[in-house]
């Protein structure tokens, strides 16, 4: 079965290739661009045929919101890089990471109610200034969080490798698999099993944070039509449905990054390989999160 391995990992170094150095992001963002405007010229025509009273237009509507979010997730976006990225570094089960994409993707919704909510109602906010703060202030501050987490990743990854080597030099014993040596009877640092079961609260938080601080523009588009229409309800229900659809994609995205994994791991002849092969796929992620995101930053300094 090891083929199938290497052939999988072949399959996504050559994606990521084509996305990054051929132009295949342009190419998927124009086409994601092109057809997220397809899709709110939509939901403005169902909205219109609601406010005639048209209520049968509302099925089709918020079937549109969840398109929508599929749609926009497939495009360039900070979502995809966070969840593919963590999901290559950190040894995170499919399952659970594909809860995580679920929970960034309704946090990203909600936060776009909340915001949008607040500077209709309170500041008084039209179109114009929402879209300038999303994209001219979230977007910046979302960008460099990001390159945060990646840098974050990088550095747990090394402090973990230098853990590795002061174990290896400082006790020259012979350890069975599970980790106990042989010698002196005790476990001189966890074990890959016991490392991967280790998951805290904060690396939820970073990176549901850093999806959800940036409210999707079609959330906002969204939103504001029908306050303006007075059917806010409709659009609130149509933003956590477009959450629904973008957790859809970056659950695909998730699935496929845990496989590259666990393929790249399928390679190792023995715990400790395993174990440098999961330091390495950490540092490898974090760098590549935190360069891509400068990549994103940069020109909206």
Same mark, same amino acid.
């Given at each position: 079965?090891?083929? *199938? ?7 996504? $170094? ?5 996305? !990054? ?10 086409? @994601?661009?092109? #057809?997220?405007?397809? @899709? ?16 049968? /237009? ?36 499919? &399952? ?28 008084? !906010? ?5 879209? /300038? ?36 030099? #400082?006790? %020259?014993? %012979?350890?069975? %698999?599970?980790?106990?040596?042989? #010698? ?16 805290? !609260?904060? %690396?939820?938080?970073?990176?549901? &944070? ?13 939103? *504001? ?7 806010? !309800? ?11 659809? #973008? ?5 695909? $995205? ?11 791991? /399928? ?35």
């Amino acid at each position: 079965m090891r083929w *199938i391995a290497v052939a999988f990992l072949a399959l996504v $170094v050559a994606l990521a290739i084509w996305l !990054w150095m051929y132009g295949g992001t342009d190419v998927v963002g124009r086409w @994601a661009a092109e #057809t997220q405007r397809d @899709a709110q010229n939509a939901m403005a025509r169902s909205l219109r045929a609601l406010r005639a009273g048209e209520w049968g /237009a509302l099925a089709g509507l918020w079937g549109m919101c969840l398109a929508y979010g599929f749609v926009h997730a497939a495009g360039p976006g900070h979502g995809k890089l966070v969840i593919g990225g963590y999901g290559f570094g950190v040894r995170v089960t499919a &399952a659970r990471l594909a809860g995580l994409a679920a929970l960034s993707s309704i946090a990203q919704a909600l936060f776009a109610i909340v915001l949008v909510s607040i500077a209709l109602a309170l500041l008084g !906010w039209g179109r114009e200034q929402l879209t /300038a703060l999303a994209d001219r202030t979230m977007a910046p501050l979302s960008y460099a969080m990001i390159a945060g987490v990646g840098i974050w990743l990088v550095s747990r990854g090394l402090r973990k490798a230098v853990r590795l080597r002061r174990a290896a030099t #400082t006790h %020259d014993h %012979d350890h069975g %698999d599970d980790g106990v040596c042989n #010698t002196c009877g005790h476990a001189h640092a966890p074990t890959v099993e016991q490392a991967a079961n280790v998951r805290s !609260w904060r %690396d939820v938080v970073a990176v549901v &944070a850093v999806i959800a601080i940036r409210p999707c523009t079609g959330a906002v588009f969204l939103l *504001i039509l029908t306050y303006a229409l007075g059917l806010y !309800w409709v659009g609130i229900v149509g933003v956590i449905v477009m959450g629904l659809g #973008t957790a859809g994609l970056t659950a695909i $995205v998730a699935a496929a990054a845990v496989g590259a994994r666990e393929s790249t791991l /399928a390679q190792a002849a023995s715990a400790r390989s395993t174990a440098l092969l999961l330091i390495g796929a950490e540092i490898l992620a974090g760098a590549v999160i935190a360069l891509l995101s400068f990549q994103l930053l940069l020109p909206l300094i």
